[in-house]
């Protein structure tokens, strides 16, 4: 499966964006799918997941009720609305898809590319 990444920008703190992941390939709905972001001098961080068929999502900590990922099968896409910016959002974002569970929130066989989201104060 390829992906590809778009949404990003530049927003001050407290404002809103939605990031879309496009993904090829007849199969997607059978991927779960993840979200992922990369801060500068800082290692890519796990921000959320959902299983293929939405029945399950997983945030970390610091996004939990903040950020909300979903996804469209039928139009084989993933998104994450990503509500109440902080500047510590900062990062390079990357969706992410495998066919584990386990393996996408940690080490996924598919990455895209990232977008950039920039948080002001």
């Known amino acids: 499966v390829q992906l590809q990444a778009s949404g990003g920008g530049a927003v001050q703190a407290g404002g809103s964006l939605k990031l879309s992941c496009a993904a090829s390939?007849?199969?997607?709905?059978?991927?779960?799918m993840g979200w992922f972001r990369q801060a500068p001098g800082k290692e890519r961080e796990f921000v959320a997941a959902?299983?293929?068929?939405?029945?399950?999502?997983y945030y970390t900590d610091s996004v939990k009720g903040r950020f909300a990922i979903s996804r469209a099968n039928t139009k084989n896409m993933v998104y994450l609305q990503m509500n109440n910016l902080k500047p510590e959002d900062t990062a390079v974002y990357y969706c992410?898809?495998?066919?584990?569970?386990?393996?996408?929130?940690?080490?996924?066989?598919?990455w895209g590319q990232g977008t950039q989201v920039t948080v002001s104060s």
């Open positions: 390939g007849r199969t997607f709905s059978t991927y779960h």
């Open positions: 959902i299983t293929s068929s939405s029945t399950s999502t």
């Open positions: 992410a898809a495998d066919l584990s569970w386990s393996d996408l929130n940690h080490q996924p066989d598919y």
